[in-house]
């Protein structure tokens, strides 16, 4: 590795050790801020889609779980 390459990745280190603390402190933020049912009616356009797209399975998946699983144990 050449010098200058080690100094760019100890530059970009140092930039986010200081970053790292600040952009945790803003994400708090605008966690505390967001409101529950804006974010629901924000996702639903979302969750309509995948509904209307992906039906169901008839089953859980549990009978095809337990198959792997017996298979694991022997």
Excluded at 20 to 44: C, F, W
Aim: aromatic share 10%; charged share 30%; net charge positive.
């Amino acid at each position: 590795m050449k010098k200058n390459e080690k100094q760019n990745i100890l530059y970009w280190i140092k930039c986010w050790e200081e970053a790292g603390p600040l952009l945790e402190k803003l994400r708090g933020a605008e966690l505390r801020k967001i409101s529950t049912m804006q974010a629901l009616i924000n996702l639903s356009g979302a969750y309509e889609s995948c509904r209307l797209h992906f039906k169901p399975k008839p089953d859980s998946g549990l009978v095809e779980q337990q198959k792997w699983f017996k298979k694991l144990k022997t």
